[in-house]
């Protein structure tokens, strides 16, 4: 829960990257492994040139290569050849085409958002901590500067010298120069993650601020690996850390 001004909850559903890649990946391999080999299709004399014959499995192995930008499911996509129908849009060397096309258009957009990260990207400036108004729990109020609106991943850990970091907060926004977030914490929320923790002490809290670049979309979507390769997380995120009192 929280309150926020000129803001809202970014979705990250689709931003969480590898997991929903490979998932939705596996889904979509097993469906095209179950396919019977020799099914096919021919005389489909409306659709356009080079996709008038060819085997069903391939077809969705093609599919798949280029929705996933994946070049190796190339390796079973087979042309099947019918007289008086073109089967050239379905081969091998069709798809690995398409996928290094796609890849390239993915390159180039994503690099762009490099380009305007760069340029105006939103940073935290600072943050603060105060009692809720129930005297209870606590809000977290961070202070943004930049100018991209975009989606971004905001957390918030309490760091302990002798054990790992304690997660207070971690979600999806939409943030840009206008927004003014309260994030509400309950205090029952913390004890949950952090059983020795106590009210009126100081705590050393880091707060990291993540641009969400999210992973492609139907015509394409990006695994962690490119996405690390063309924009690192250390290149789009940034942290600081405070002592504040609970």
């Given at each position: ?51 008038r014959s060819f085997y069903v499995r391939s077809q969705c192995f093609q599919d798949a290569a280029v929705q996933f930008r994946d ?59 105060e009692r809720n108004g129930n005297g209870r729990d606590v809000d977290i109020i961070p202070v943004f500067a930049g100018i991209y ?85 250390r290149e789009r995120s940034r942290s600081i850390t405070r002592q504040a009192s609970f």
């Open positions: 829960m929280f309150l926020a001004s000129a803001t809202c909850l970014f979705a990250t559903g689709l931003a969480a990257a590898d997991g929903d890649y490979a998932t939705r990946r596996a889904a979509v391999v097993k469906k095209c492994e179950s396919t019977n080999p020799s099914a096919s299709q021919s005389g489909l004399f409306f659709n356009p040139d080079g996709y070049a190796t499911l190339c390796a079973d996509v087979r042309q099947r050849r019918a007289l008086l129908s073109s089967s050239w849009g379905y081969t091998a060397a069709r798809c690995r085409m398409l996928v290094s096309e796609g890849v390239a258009a993915d390159r180039r957009g994503l690099e762009e958002i490099v380009r305007r990260y760069a340029t105006g990207g939103i940073t935290l400036r600072d943050f603060q901590i609106g975009h989606g971004y991943t905001l957390s918030f850990e309490i760091l302990r010298p002798d054990a790992p970091p304690v997660l207070l907060h971690s979600s999806g926004y939409y943030v840009d120069e206008k927004s003014n977030l309260r994030i509400y914490i309950p205090q029952s929320d913390i004890r949950q993650r952090f059983p020795a923790f106590a009210m009126n002490r100081p705590y050393s809290v880091r707060a990291t601020l993540m641009l969400d670049v999210g992973m492609g979309g139907q015509a394409g979507y990006w695994s962690d690996a490119f996405i690390e390769n063309v924009f690192p997380v």
